[in-house]
Structures are given as structure tokens and as C-alpha cells.
């Protein structure tokens, strides 16, 4: 049995001013993802997205994450509580972001450099999806050292006692995430994306990887206590997946009839 290390979750603090560790693996993610975007379109991997296109793709897809992640968060899991106590909604800081959030709000982003540029909407989420998974990736390290969504309860040698969470050792499911949607999934994509495919087969083959991958990782994942299971003993975040696998399976299939 383990124990959370329980990291303290400001890393600088300079007098009432604090930074934590969850903002910095955002900046972490997105840094990563700016990176390999730029490495794509030197090696020419980018067809008609410039530099100046994702330069301003790239403003408005944080802005998308950020803001659709927690409005996603506040809508999708407690709508009620915020309703309630809407100042809390910008206390990003106590954490609750939504991953199918952010992915609505970079969607909405997309769309709008596709038009402004009039560049092929696929194109552009064919070009970003190789680069979600090591946001992913970092967001769910965050995660970790925040001690927050933690697993269910489990026996296995590497299960981990969460402060908060009870004396009983639990799944450390965000790591389960991290090497999943994160690791897994980016190497997957990346290896698919670096040889040429038909529009659009990319963006199905992240909704069918990520969902896929979300969906298994819920089962070890604690439900959040105020949703709980829902119909069919699926929690929210598997049953946000699934349109997305759905979604994902009609793509793949109507780009290989493209070809």
C-alpha cells in the first residue's frame, strides 16, 4: 500500500500571490503542444496552417480550453451548486475543468480560424489532435499533486491512501489517465498522423482513442460523490465519451470513403 505524497499544491508563493501547480502544468501542456505544432510545420506536415494561422489557432484554442473547460465543468457535473454560488465559477484555482468542455470550446475555435482563413475545418483538427494528448497528459499530473480524483478502492499492491479520500487505498487513477489519454494516445497519434491520410481520419481516430481510453480509465476512477453512477452503472464521464467514440467511428468510416 502507498501513500499520496501530498505535495503541496502552491508551488511559488510571493506574499498574497501564489502559483500552483496545476496552473503550471497547464502552461506545461500548452508550451508542449505550441512545440510540436511548430516542429509540424517546419518539417512541412502542416499543409495550408502557417505559422501566423496557428499563432492566432493557438490564442484561441487555450481560450476554448480554459473557458469551455470549466463552463463544461460547471453544466455538465454541478450546474446546481454554481447556480448557487456563481462567484465560484472563476475559482479555477480549487480546480474543476471539463475535459469534453474544452474539447467543445477548441472545436468552436477551429471553426472560427477555419473561416477567418478559409482552411478546411478537418484540416485543422487533423493538425491539432496529435497534440491534445500530451496536454492531457500534464493536466492529469495536476491532478495528482492536487490529490483530487482518485480512484475507487482497490487492493492491489500499488493501490494509494488520498487524503480525503478515507484510510482505504485507492486506484491512483490519475496516473492511469496520464498514461492513457496522455502517453498512449500520443504516441498513437502520432505515429498514425506521420504518414499521409485521408481528411478527417486523424480528428476520428483521436474521438475513438480518447473515448475508448476515458471510458476504460472511468472504471477504476472514484465517481464524482455528487453525480454517482448513472443509468446503466456509467458515470458522467463515460457517458460523455461514448458520442464521442460514436462520432469518431462515422468519421473514420466516411474519410476511408473519401479516398
Not at 498574497?16 to 518539417?43: D, E, T
Request: charged share 15%; net charge positive.
Amino acid at each position: 500500500m502507498l501513500v499520496h505524497p501530498q505535495i503541496n499544491p502552491i508551488a511559488i508563493a510571493i506574499g498574497p500571490l501564489a502559483v500552483r501547480w496545476y496552473g503550471l502544468m497547464y502552461l506545461l501542456g500548452f508550451g508542449i503542444a505550441f512545440a510540436l505544432a511548430r516542429s509540424r510545420i517546419k518539417r512541412g506536415m502542416s499543409g495550408k496552417i502557417t505559422y501566423a494561422v496557428f499563432d492566432d489557432l493557438f490564442f484561441f484554442s487555450v481560450l476554448g480550453v480554459v473557458l469551455g473547460g470549466r463552463l463544461g465543468y460547471v453544466l455538465f457535473y454541478k450546474p446546481a451548486y454554481y447556480f448557487s454560488h456563481p462567484l465560484d465559477i472563476f475559482a479555477v484555482w480549487q480546480g474543476g475543468m471539463s475535459f469534453h468542455g474544452g474539447f467543445l470550446g477548441v472545436l468552436l475555435a477551429m471553426a472560427y480560424i477555419a473561416r477567418k482563413y478559409q482552411v478546411h475545418w478537418l484540416a485543422i483538427m487533423d493538425f491539432i489532435a496529435p497534440l491534445v494528448p500530451p496536454a492531457l497528459a500534464a493536466g492529469r499530473i495536476g491532478n495528482f499533486i492536487n490529490g483530487e480524483l482518485w480512484g475507487r478502492v482497490t487492493d492491489l499492491p500499488w493501490g494509494m491512501v488520498f487524503q480525503g479520500a478515507g484510510p482505504l487505498p485507492r486506484h491512483p487513477s490519475q496516473l492511469y489517465e496520464f498514461a492513457l489519454e496522455g502517453v498512449l494516445l500520443f504516441v498513437l497519434l502520432w505515429l498514425y498522423s506521420d504518414k499521409a491520410r485521408p481528411r478527417g481520419a486523424v480528428s476520428a481516430m483521436f474521438l475513438i482513442g480518447y473515448g475508448v481510453l476515458r471510458f476504460t480509465a472511468e472504471f477504476f476512477r472514484e465517481p464524482d460523490d455528487f453525480l454517482g453512477l448513472l443509468a446503466f452503472n456509467l458515470s458522467m464521464g463515460q457517458w460523455l465519451s461514448l458520442p464521442m467514440i460514436l462520432a469518431g467511428i462515422v468519421m473514420l468510416a466516411w474519410a476511408q470513403r473519401k479516398v
